[in-house]
């Protein structure tokens, strides 16, 4: 069995991370009824997704534009309403603190006439930087002035040359170092430059034709030829990047460089001029991603002409501060990355693009006005409660699994104790007060939140390694595991009805939010996170005779599913979906386990006549509920490592109290025998 070496950052499985993708507005009250959308007539121990979920499906479309439908893609909807309406409160409201932050950022880049008025001026310094350089010294500084921090383990590509993500290293987790990423492409990825098909030939005949309008807008003359180099010039990066598959493979990042190292292993590049303007002159430790990209891309610094590189960095420029420049900017830049990169017709409103930015530049200080009115102190420790009964479940269980031997066993309850879990928002703020945001400025408050934000991220690299760094915006539907360090954060966007009510069923949240976080801790034990020590630091802590183990418990599951053919000719992939159906069943397990814990002993209330325990798998088949094209679901089957919801419901039928809760009986269509049910966890 292959084992994917995920990189050391991993955005959560089952919730992605983004804001901002249009979806049809719907009401979703906060007080959630679990029995509302049930189907009764359908016999649980038959068909338990159709008897949770019954009515929902009869009763839900699928949005125009879209191809599913699910919980997810409501509260996403719903949450980017509520910050929407915050940040322009803000706008209207002239306050003082975060909120005048917030408000005059927003104000400014709606601001359309402002940004006309001043035109191309906002620009002219830093084209004049441009200008001004006459050697391979003055390039390498401007190079090293752009150095973009605000890259992570999972952007495959800077907007400058290079990228730094200031974190612990894969050795060390007690200091913060320097990661440098590839970077410097225009295009999303290596490929879409050294693809051979025609479809890509014509993609960059495409892009060279916006370069040359870029370039005319710039007021560089004869764009036309210019574009054409430059293009050439982004080919040859592409060519030094490493492939799309080193990403999957962590240990090809791990790559440790002393600072000499750069002058002697890729010359070309004036490292010294590079790194001081940079503002990390005395940085001596670096870990380089991709060294083909910093050794080639170095060599080109080195081989090819001032003026080219001088077009190169004029696009770039324009290209980066495309939305807060004049609309001919705006809208050439929209006509090549929105409509033919990805097919979006019709420019989204300004205010979408301004809310965007607003989270961008001053993500914790939106997450500060979100959290202050919809995930109050009290909604944040009911979550750690829970989060705390997942813990004490996971110890328990730990010590009882049959193939762990006694030496893994000490390791992951060792990882599991030094496992930092966040929940809802940071304990500490960013402090935003040095940032000065100026209505009406709408250009320079891009560029002062960006200067902010990179100096708060080197200052890191002279600050011990925090492990409770916050990693993703309260604001945002969603939830981060970092591996190294040892580390998850769910945000407070996740943590609502009807994942998680703050004054609702415990049952309904253990057996939603509950079964979901234990999904995610479950990946710091198996074959994502077994390379990864309780430190995150690198190096795989199970033995051989674990994972054949592990794989020899998994084959009922691999069957299971396999098993499963919702189309014609169509059957889920066992294997494929192997790690994260382990991962539901170990979710499951012990969300159950601290739901009981969490009653310490006593007995669980009836509610719409449904005991605690009926209650608790009820919301765990009630958090899949998913409506989706055909076309959605065959894709799903092919590609997807998570199986189809319907299926991941369906992890019930390993549960034994499960068959409690419900009476499922021999007969009944997903009922299995003892011996047929997986008892990984
Ligand atoms: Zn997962």
Wanted: glycine share 6%; proline share 3%; net charge negative.
């Amino acid at each position: 069995m292959t084992i994917v070496r995920t990189t050391m950052l991993v955005a959560v499985c089952t919730l992605t991370l983004a804001l901002g993708a249009a979806l049809a507005r719907q009401n979703v009250s906060d007080a959630h009824d679990i029995a509302q959308d049930m189907d009764r007539s359908v016999r649980p121990g038959d068909d338990f997704y159709h008897y949770a979920n019954g009515e929902w499906l009869k009763t839900s479309t699928i949005p125009a534009g879209q191809t599913s439908y699910d919980t997810r893609a409501i509260l996403v909807a719903k949450t980017n309403q509520r910050v929407r309406d915050l940040i322009q409160e803000a706008a209207t409201a002239h306050s003082a603190g975060i909120a005048q932050k917030v408000g005059d950022y927003y104000a400014s880049f709606v601001d359309e006439s402002s940004i006309e008025a001043k035109g191309m001026a906002p620009l002219a310094d830093e084209m004049a930087m441009i200008s001004a350089i006459t050697d391979k010294a003055s390039l390498s500084a401007y190079l090293g002035a752009t150095l973009n921090t605000e890259v992570d383990g999972l952007t495959g590509n800077a907007d400058h040359i290079f990228g730094v993500w200031v974190n612990q290293s894969f050795t060390d987790s007690e200091h913060y170092v320097f990661h440098l990423l590839q970077g410097g492409l225009g295009l999303p990825d290596r490929d879409d430059y050294l693809a051979q098909s025609s479809k890509m030939a014509a993609l960059r005949a495409q892009y060279q034709s916006h370069i040359a309008a870029m370039l005319k807008l710039a007021g560089v003359f004869d764009s036309e030829t210019k574009a054409a180099r430059v293009l050439k010039l982004e080919v040859s990066i592409a060519q030094t990047h490493a492939p799309d598959s080193d990403a999957a493979d962590v240990f090809k990042q791990n790559n440790p460089w002393k600072r000499a190292d750069f002058g002697l292993t890729a010359p070309g590049m004036d490292w010294n001029a590079y790194f001081k303007a940079a503002g990390v002159a005395e940085q001596s430790e670096f870990i380089v991603w991709q060294p083909t990209a910093v050794t080639g891309t170095s060599a080109l610094v080195g081989s090819e002409s001032l003026d080219l590189w001088k077009d190169y960095l004029r696009l770039h420029l324009i290209e980066h501060y495309a939305s807060v420049l004049p609309k001919a900017v705006a809208d050439q830049h929209f006509a090549f990355f929105g409509t033919i990169l990805s097919g979006v017709q019709q420019m989204p409103d300004r205010s979408q693009d301004a809310i965007a930015a607003t989270n961008a530049a001053l993500g914790q200080a939106v997450g500060q006005l979100y959290t202050q009115r919809y995930f109050p102190q009290e909604a944040k420790a009911r979550a750690q409660a829970m989060v705390r009964d997942m813990i004490a479940a996971y110890r328990a269980r730990i010590p009882n699994l049959t193939w762990m031997s006694g030496q893994t066993k000490e390791k992951a309850l060792a990882k599991l104790a030094a496992l930092r879990i966040g929940v809802g928002y940071p304990e500490k703020w960013i402090d935003y007060s040095e940032l000065e945001v100026i209505r009406g400025d709408a250009f320079g408050n891009t560029r002062r939140a960006e200067a902010f934000n990179r100096l708060r991220n080197l200052a890191k690299l002279k600050q011990a390694a925090d492990p409770d760094e916050w990693r993703i915006d309260p604001q945002i539907v969603g939830a981060v595991i970092v591996f190294t360090p040892n580390a998850e954060t769910f945000s407070a966007g996740l943590l609502q009805p009807p994942f998680f009510d703050s004054q609702g069923d415990t049952a309904s949240n253990y057996g939603s939010a509950g079964a979901g976080i234990a999904h995610e801790i479950s990946h710091s034990f198996d074959e994502l996170g077994n390379i990864y020590d309780a430190q995150g630091r690198l190096g795989n802590w199970w033995t051989a005779e674990d994972l054949a183990k592990y794989h020899a418990a998994a084959e009922k599951l691999v069957a299971q599913f396999n098993g499963f053919c919702p189309l014609a000719d169509l059957c889920v992939n066992g294997k494929q979906v192997l790690t994260e159906n382990i991962a539901d069943l170990a979710g499951l397990l012990t969300a159950h386990d601290a739901y009981v814990l969490s009653l310490q002993g006593k007995t669980d209330t009836v509610i719409n006549g449904l005991t605690g325990e009926q209650r608790f798998f009820l919301a765990f088949a009630q958090r899949w509920r998913k409506a989706q094209s055909e076309s959605a679901l065959s894709r799903q089957i092919k590609n997807d490592t998570h199986s189809p919801a319907e299926y991941r419901c369906d992890t019930v039928r390993n549960v034994e109290a499960w068959y409690k809760a419900y009476q499922v009986m021999p007969g009944d269509k997903l009922y299995l025998k003892p011996h047929d049910r997986v008892g990984i966890w």
